[in-house]
T-cell receptor, first 112, second 114 residues
Framework: DAKTTQPTSMDCAEGRAANLPCNHSTISGNEYVYWYRQIHSQGPQYIIHGLKNNETNEMASLIITEDRKSSTLILPHATLRDTAVYYCIGVNYGGSQGNLIFGKGTKLSVKP | DTGVSQDPRHKITKRGQNVTFRCDPISEHNRLYWYRQTLGQGPEFLTYFQNEAQLEKSRLLSDRFSAERPKGSFSTLEIQRTEQGDSAMYLC????????????FGSGTRLTVV
């Protein structure tokens, strides 16, 4: 799976948009970009995933650059409950079992 | 859909003892995964099942670890002769085949070996 790099930590003011970057310069053409988050003392929670096109769901938006070397997860109106560690993961379903390989993620702190 | 359940939530054991954890996945999910997470690190893959077949084991899964999913439903993870280095959060997740729509994780079992 593609190696991803993320900032160690970020702060965001409550009510503002949180933009979490991820670099995945070694991603191959058939590797998806997945985002999960982990709130303290809970298991990771799936947020969103994409391949080439931008994606939006009820939780977030995912913007993938045209060269697919980086992406940004956008939480449009961050709340205190969005404080968590956010993981960006590259996943290849081409022939593997598709298990997730987590890095250390970005610790997002949403402040009042 | 009650999500992925793990039992117990917390376990404290003495070094050298055996422990067993249970995971109940979402009923229609045919894939089940075990991960381990230590403080400050992301979860690390241990093993996964498709139905009752264990299809992959990580190098992290030493001989003291064994996982089963006997009827393709719940799974157990046993650690024999526990060591202090086994102290971690053990996470279970399930998914439909290949997890294209994401994995659903349980809240984990926190193991402390004293």
């Amino acid at each position: 799976d593609a190696k991803t790099t993320q900032p160690t930590s970020m702060d965001c003011a409550e009510g503002r948009a949180a933009n979490l970057p991820c670099n995945h310069s070694t991603i191959s053409g058939n590797e998806y970009v997945y985002w999960y988050r982990q709130i303290h003392s809970q298991g990771p929670q799936y947020i969103i995933h994409g391949l080439k096109n931008n994606e939006t769901n009820e939780m977030a938006s995912l913007i993938i650059t045209e060269d697919r070397k980086s992406s940004t997860l956008i939480l449009p109106h961050a709340t205190l409950r969005d404080t968590a560690v956010y993981y960006c993961i590259g996943v290849n379903y081409g022939g593997s079992q598709g298990n997730l390989i987590f890095g250390k993620g970005t610790k997002l702190s949403v402040k009042p | 859909d009650t999500g992925v359940s793990q039992d117990p939530r917390h376990k404290i054991t003495k070094r050298g003892q055996n422990v067993t954890f249970r995971c109940d996945p979402i009923s229609e999910h045919n894939r089940l995964y075990w991960y381990r997470q230590t403080l400050g690190q992301g979860p690390e893959f241990l093993t996964y099942f498709q139905n009752e077949a264990q299809l992959e084991k990580s190098r992290l899964l030493s001989d003291r670890f064994s996982a089963e999913r006997p009827k393709g439903s719940f799974s157990t993870l046993e650690i024999q002769r526990t060591e202090q280095g086994d102290s971690a959060m053990y996470l279970c997740a399930s998914s439909l085949k290949e997890g294209v729509r994401g994995y659903t994780f349980g809240s984990g079992t926190r193991l402390t070996v004293v």
